[in-house]
T-cell receptor, first 114, second 112 residues
Framework: DGGITQSPKYLFRKEGQNVTLSCEQNLNHDAMYWYRQDPGQGLRLIYYSQIVNDFQKGDIAEGYSVSREKKESFPLTVTSAQKNPTAFYLC?????????????FGDGTRLSIL | QKEVEQDPGPLSVPEGAIVSLNCTYSNSAFQYFMWYRQYSRKGPELLMYTYSSGNKEDGRFTAQVDKSSKYISLFIRDSQPSDSATYLCAMGRTGGGNKLTFGTGTQLKVEL
């Protein structure tokens, strides 16, 4: 089955710790996106990548980092500089950018502070 | 002022009711529009996608876009308890790298 797999489903972070959220897709999609979802605030874009080895900051990139070494993988690192990391993180993809088509989402990772 | 406004609800209706969910937007550059359904602890799933003003129907769901008024709606007919979820509107600009702007979501509960 084609889709987007996010892991783990639940993640806990200690103070001062970096954690990495995984996003893998087997849809052969070019573009991938990371969002953060907080109650009452909708989805906010953290980073996106339209092609391998290239990525751009979204609206709330501070305290986060990404890499795109392979087409199918777009991991997100939540660094210790992100002071309020508790949220639901969603990864999305689209076959190729510029075609104005909807994004497809994974089932998210819920990150909490210990 | 947010670019996209959506009533957060919660909205509670009896089974079989017609549900109307709405979003307004301020940026006339938005050209394509989506409705997503999100169950608790799950990712959003695409319900409807429209590119032009007017109505688009898919089963019990109808999406309506009025670009002149900057207003989009989702109608759910014969609502079922399985429709209980959060509904997110989203919109994008042509040439915007497929970046989407989302509403805050409306929580819907359909009661037996």
């Amino acid at each position: 089955d084609g889709g987007i797999t996010q892991s783990p489903k639940y993640l806990f972070r200690k103070e001062g710790q970096n954690v990495t959220l995984s996003c893998e897709q087997n849809l052969n999609h070019d573009a991938m996106y990371w969002y953060r979802q907080d109650p009452g605030q909708g989805l906010r874009l953290i980073y996106y990548s339209q092609i391998v080895n290239d990525f751009q900051k979204g609206d709330i990139a501070e305290g986060y980092s990404v890499s795109r070494e392979k087409k199918e993988s777009f991991p997100l690192t939540v660094t210790s500089a992100q002071k309020n990391p508790t949220a639901f993180y969603l990864c999305a993809s689209i076959d190729f950018p510029g075609n104005n088509q909807p994004q497809h989402f994974g089932d998210g990772t819920r990150l909490s502070i210990l | 002022q947010k670019e996209v406004e959506q009533d957060p609800g919660p909205l509670s209706v009896p089974e079989g009711a017609i549900v109307s969910l709405n979003c307004t937007y301020s940026n006339s550059a938005f050209q394509y529009f989506m409705w997503y359904r999100q169950y608790s602890r799950k990712g959003p799933e695409l319900l409807m996608y429209t590119y032009s003003s007017g109505n688009k129907e898919d089963g019990r769901f109808t999406a309506q876009v009025d670009k002149s008024s900057k207003y989009i709606s989702l109608f759910i007919r014969d609502s079922q308890p399985s429709d209980s979820a959060t509904y997110l509107c989203a919109m994008g600009r042509t040439g915007g790298g497929n970046k989407l702007t989302f509403g805050t979501g409306t929580q819907l509960k359909v009661e037996l």
